[in-house]
């Protein structure tokens, strides 16, 4: 019996099971699933975990998301999908994240949506659309964790 990593949370699970038994990602099959895993590693780790400010964030117990999708709206920004880990964040919040270069980014949350519904505020468990402003889509990559700065 063999491991597979899984492509959302980028952990080692069981390969015969249909989802990860960390976040229930759907897990890909047999020889593709094993191809697809080595794929997306470099992805997850350009994520920026490791990052000082991240690891400072993550000790406050303070906002965290994983994006899961990036779409870019014209003339507005990009729109960062993704389940909130934890804490809270509120239209105009500042957050940060790695971009994909490497360096330090911050920008601030021009709105929150979820299920097509704008929201002032949301928190730990829902998964929401955030549209940041001043950030292009190739600056994040799937995987990449924000944030909530301090500043």
Same mark, same amino acid.
């Given at each position: 019996?063999?491991? =597979?990593?899984?492509? %959302?949370?980028?952990?080692?699970?069981?390969e015969n099971r249909e989802v990860c038994h960390f976040c229930n990602a759907p897990l890909p099959k047999g020889i593709l699933g094993k /191809? /697809?895993?080595k794929l997306l590693k470099p992805t997850q780790e350009s994520a920026g975990t490791d990052s000082p400010f991240v690891q400072e964030a993550l000790a406050r117990g303070e906002f965290r998301m994983k994006a #899961? !999708?990036?779409?870019?709206?014209a003339g507005r920004g990009t729109v960062v999908t993704g389940k909130i880990e934890m804490g809270? @964040? %509120?239209? !105009?919040?500042?957050?940060?994240?790695t971009s994909r270069m490497g360096e330090k980014k911050m920008c601030r949350i021009s709105s929150i949506e979820r299920f097509r519904k704008l929201l #002032?505020? @949301?928190? @730990? !468990? #829902?998964q929401v659309g955030l549209l940041l402003a001043g950030v292009e889509k190739g600056e994040v990559a799937?995987?990449?964790?924000? =944030?909530?700065s301090r500043l």
């Open positions: 019996m063999g491991m =597979v990593q899984c492509p %959302r949370c980028g952990r080692q699970t069981i /191809f /697809f895993s #899961e !999708g990036i779409f870019s709206i809270s @964040a %509120r239209v !105009g919040d500042t957050v940060v994240f #002032e505020k @949301a928190s @730990a !468990g #829902e799937v995987g990449t964790l924000l =944030v909530k």
